[in-house]
């Protein structure tokens, strides 16, 4: 279910809080911010809906097996170290349904939120577009500011602030609730494309709630590149606003076996890269003679490959750059180091990243990612808890708990 669309462009606990950074100063900056830290998404429970063969959700789309998401993976999840969630939420049946069926639809998400809350965690609902449903594919909900595919958007925007905002008071008597809303997952326009639909689903959010914080990216699937595009004078003198990107460089990496992405016909690709390309190069020809690929496929399979002479010495102070960027970023436009969220990295996993020579790079890559965002103060969310697909961190997939290697890489408490 799981496919990484930030990529397809890429071609052409917590042991202790003061172990990544003090507490914002009560009335200083950031005090209106909740701090997350470290978070994990969560997109089994209520991302990828169910649709029939005629390209309708029925009456249930979030009620089959594999969307449980039980107290034993909440307790898990919370006993390992993680202090918050990044909940993905599949829009279409949002923007499908109308009358009781819709309400049930919100109950369940806030009722979501209520059990993680329940939990001790901190909770980002993300609205997550599939293409599960041609109707409700990304590009079809960003098609335009004045669509009406984004008109409802909005309205839904607006609706779950406002729910959101209710349950923040609802629970406000036995504390303050960590909870955000992030305003669209990995957005495939441009920047400048993406600007105006960003004010326009900012707006609608406020209208639904003027004090829950909220989460921006911007455009170009979560680039930080286009983070730092933004124009951020629609959101000036907002203090609750959170501001994310994404990052699963090197692709090559990341991505290698991941079917539909340039880097689906990779094999045995290392991190830190290798000083020499040849014996990945070796391993990716002899996998692309396996998959007997033909046409634009083999000829998509050839370039990824000679991206890997490119790749060679790939190690963290390449993936530095990065964060680097977005800090000297966040210094500019004076904003606290826990308003910027890595929102998503991970690695697929293939036959390769089971030998102990990829199970070790897929840890190496995993410290490198969160030790860097956490030497630069950002909050950070791994992809992903569950579910099929490859990116999965729990164990077997399913969990509840997880493995040594990921507790290391992610700083994890024992279990």
Wanted: charged share 20%.
């Amino acid at each position: 279910m799981t496919t990484r669309r930030l990529l397809l462009s890429g071609l052409a606990g917590v042991a202790t809080l003061a172990s990544v950074g003090a507490l914002p100063a009560a009335g200083g900056p950031g005090a209106d911010i909740p701090l997350f830290r470290r978070g994990i998404g969560v997109s089994h429970a209520l991302g990828w809906a169910d649709v029939g063969a005629e390209g309708s959700y029925g009456d249930a789309p979030f009620s089959a097996p594999r969307f449980r998401f039980d107290q034993p993976q909440r307790q898990a999840i919370r006993a390992a170290g993680f202090d918050f969630v990044r909940l993905a939420v599949d829009v279409g049946p949002f923007l499908a349904f109308t009358g009781p069926a819709r309400d049930r639809l919100d109950e369940r998400l806030i009722g979501t939120v209520r059990d993680l809350l329940d939990a001790d965690l901190g909770v980002i609902v993300d609205l997550h577009p599939s293409a599960m449903n041609p109707a409700y594919r990304p590009a079809v909900l960003t098609a335009g500011v004045d669509t009406p595919a984004f008109c409802a958007v909005l309205a839904l925007l607006q609706r779950l602030a406002g729910g959101l905002e209710r349950l923040l008071q609802e629970r406000a008597a036995i504390g303050a609730p960590r909870v955000a809303l992030e305003l669209m997952n990995e957005p495939e326009l441009p920047q400048a494309a993406w600007q105006p639909m960003l004010e326009a689903a900012y707006r609608a959010a406020r209208s639904g709630s003027a004090t829950l914080p909220l989460v921006l990216g911007g455009g170009s699937m979560n680039a930080a590149t286009a983070l730092v595009e933004i124009d951020m004078r629609p959101f000036a003198g907002d203090t609750r606003l959170i501001y994310t990107y994404h990052d699963y460089a090197p692709w090559q990496f990341t991505h290698q076996g991941v079917r539909g992405n340039p880097a689906y016909a990779l094999d045995a690709i290392a991190y830190p890269g290798p000083r020499s390309a040849e014996a990945m190069m070796a391993a990716t020809q002899r996998r692309i003679g396996s998959l007997s690929l033909d046409g634009p496929a083999l000829e998509q399979a050839r370039q990824a490959m000679r991206t890997l002479a490119r790749y060679a010495g790939f190690d963290r102070s390449a993936l530095e750059r990065t964060f680097r960027q977005v800090s000297a970023w966040r210094s500019a436009q004076r904003l606290p180091a826990h308003a910027i969220l890595l929102g998503e990295f991970g690695v697929h996993r293939t036959p390769y990243l089971g030998t102990p020579e990829g199970a070790a790079a897929r840890e190496n890559w995993l410290r490198d990612m969160r030790e860097l965002a956490e030497a630069h103060g950002f909050a950070w969310a791994c992809w992903t808890y569950a579910g099929t697909g490859g990116f999965a961190l729990a164990e077997n997939e399913a969990g509840p708990g997880f493995d040594a290697a990921t507790r290391r890489a992610l700083g994890l408490l024992p279990r």
